[in-house]
């Protein structure tokens, strides 16, 4: 059966539950990526399968069980995850664009498309031509794909797509839209800083610096949301989750740390050291894409970049 253009439209108007669910669950594998991704390179095992996309000369999804061992196991199993999430990305894109009236939505899932391919590019030839620069490429960028899929997962949302009762722009929440573009900002590059010093053993004074003034600016976030609290609802659990993540992300840190640099004295064990270690750089994408919620959901509240109104759930196209 042939489908027309504006039979496409007429699917596209109704809102569908889909997309949202399978940028969710892509979102929730790209977290385990990531997850495996840290395992990978705190045991200092990149480098344990030296060819790709083959395994040892095997096609990357026939490689035996039985070798999976040790080092070949976390890269292996970094490898397999990456290939799951880039097809769980490509559904994502199929979906947004069979159901997504949207036309910018539609351009995201083109867009985490083009950059699940640049990842596994950047993490395949940091394999074959042994660059330790594209490792830190490959990582740092490993948190902007996350947080692009947060972003989709969140526009996509039926909390989004209802229309929203009133757009203002009063001087505090625009205020607040700043500070948190600010923190935002500051967090994808406490990532990257964070990437040097794991990759690199890089120093620590601009890591340390950059961390103090998001802790301020965590902190003032807080502050400037409460007095908003029956004004902007939607603001107020990412706000709580993000200061809660702050104080679990400096525990981590000084733990990190200390397994890191200090491991003669205090005797950690190598298990602990890794958990500490993975957990830091787990909590800081955690932190990115909460923060990221708070820069989107305001922008919403304000107008922003976000010109259309968004759908109900269950209604037809989209309201001006």
């Given at each position: 059966m042939v489908v027309t253009d504006s039979a496409r439209e007429v699917v596209r108007g109704a809102w569908s539950p889909w997309p949202h669910r399978v940028a969710l669950v892509t979102t929730t594998a790209t977290f385990f990526l990531i997850l495996a991704g840290g395992v990978v390179t705190n045991t200092g095992t990149g480098m344990a399968v030296p060819d790709w996309p083959t395994t040892f000369g095997h096609n990357m999804f026939l490689f035996p069980w039985s070798k999976m061992v040790g080092g070949i196991l976390y890269e292996h199993a970094h490898r397999l995850i990456a290939s799951l999430v880039g097809a769980l990305t490509l559904t994502v894109a199929i979906f947004l664009w069979a159901l997504e009236a949207r036309p910018w939505v539609r351009g995201l899932g083109i867009a985490a498309v083009g950059a699940v391919v640049v990842q596994g590019v950047l993490g395949g030839l940091r394999v074959v031509l042994a660059q330790q620069g594209l490792a830190i490429v490959h990582g740092g960028f490993a948190h902007a794909f996350f947080a692009l899929l947060a972003g989709l997962t969140l526009v996509t949302s039926p909390g989004w797509c209802a229309p929203v009762a009133e757009r203002v722009a009063s001087p505090a929440l625009l205020r607040l839209r700043r500070?948190?573009?600010?923190?935002?900002?500051?967090?994808?590059?406490?990532?990257?800083?964070?990437t040097l010093v794991t990759h690199l053993s890089a120093r620590l004074d601009a890591h340390l610096v950059v961390g103090g003034l998001i802790s301020v600016a965590v902190i003032l976030l807080g502050f400037w949301i409460l007095p908003g609290r029956a004004a902007w609802p939607e603001l107020v659990r990412p706000a709580e989750i993000l200061r809660v993540l702050w104080i679990v992300q400096l525990l981590l840190g000084l733990g990190a740390y200390l397994a890191k640099f200090q491991p003669v004295d205090i005797g950690l064990?190598?298990?602990?050291?890794?958990?500490?270690?993975?957990?830091?750089?787990?909590?800081?994408?955690?932190?990115?894409?909460?923060?990221?919620v708070i820069v989107l959901r305001i922008y919403r509240r304000t107008g922003g970049s976000d010109s259309e109104a968004g759908r109900r759930p269950g209604s037809r196209g989209v309201t001006a």
């Open positions: 500070l948190a573009v600010c923190i935002t900002a500051g967090l994808y590059l406490q990532v990257l800083l964070g064990g190598a298990g602990l050291s890794l958990v500490l270690s993975v957990s830091h750089r787990l909590a800081g994408g955690l932190m990115l894409i909460t923060s990221l």
